[in-house]
């Protein structure tokens, strides 16, 4: 259950009294100091005691003084005028919102459809309308474009494709200044003769053949049979 307020009313008792008056001096003070800092404002604070013939000033009597003389020097008139500029200011803020608010929701009619040929609209709004598209479609394309940016980045990062063996044999071969040699699938150097038959001899095998070369007779003729 919630406590009832009290209401304010004189403390009596002059100890309890001059107690409380310290306390909530103290925390005025604090306050205004808050107020200074954290707003960015110049604050003063000065409070006359009970039977004190000099008041207490904060921050100082220095920088009080000044505040307190512009304050004298702000008549009612200059008051309600610069209370009046701020009123007009939040007007023209306010009214600027509602113009954009009004013409975003006119582009989401038309691209709905509801408002072929944006008939019916004055030449003002017609020409909000086309402002507010020029600014989506400008902010679309930059968007694409920062996204193809990303992307071609993303492929320069990527790593190069594995290298094979034989790329990599003929890379070794073109270090050292000699031409691969390609026979039957197989790439060598300037040995690449010596190993032939032996190529040659197992891509036969491979083929369902057989290879037979001629005697030391003369025979030139070479059989082939299936096995």
Avoid at 8 to 17: L, M
Avoid at 95 to 102: A, M, V
Avoid at 182 to 204: E, L, Y
């Amino acid at each position: 259950m919630a406590r009832k307020k009290a209401t304010p009313r004189r403390i009596p008792n002059d100890a309890a009294r001059s107690t409380t008056f310290r306390n909530l001096h103290n925390d005025l003070v604090k306050k205004a100091s808050e107020l200074s800092t954290f707003c960015n404002v110049n604050t003063c604070v000065i409070v006359y005691g009970e039977g004190e013939a000099q008041p207490k000033v904060w921050p100082s009597v220095d920088e009080a003084v000044p505040i307190l003389h512009r304050y004298k020097a702000m008549t009612e008139e200059g008051f309600l005028r610069q209370r009046m500029d701020k009123l007009r200011e939040q007007v023209h803020k306010a009214r600027h919102e509602n113009r954009e608010l009004h013409t975003a929701c006119l582009v989401h009619k038309a691209m709905l459809g509801r408002l072929p040929g944006l008939k019916g609209l004055t030449v003002e709004e017609v020409a909000n309308v086309g402002w507010m598209v020029q600014m989506k479609l400008k902010s679309i394309g930059d968007r694409i474009a920062n996204l193809q940016a990303q992307a071609a980045l993303q492929l320069q990062a990527q790593p190069a494709p594995p290298l094979t063996y034989a790329g990599a044999v003929a890379g070794d071969l073109a270090r050292h200044g000699e031409a691969p040699l390609v026979q039957g699938g197989f790439i060598g150097g300037n040995d690449a003769s010596s190993s032939t038959a032996d190529n040659m001899a197992s891509t036969s095998a491979s083929a369902g053949f057989s290879w037979q070369w001629p005697d030391d007779t003369g025979d030139s003729s070479s059989s082939f049979h299936p096995k």
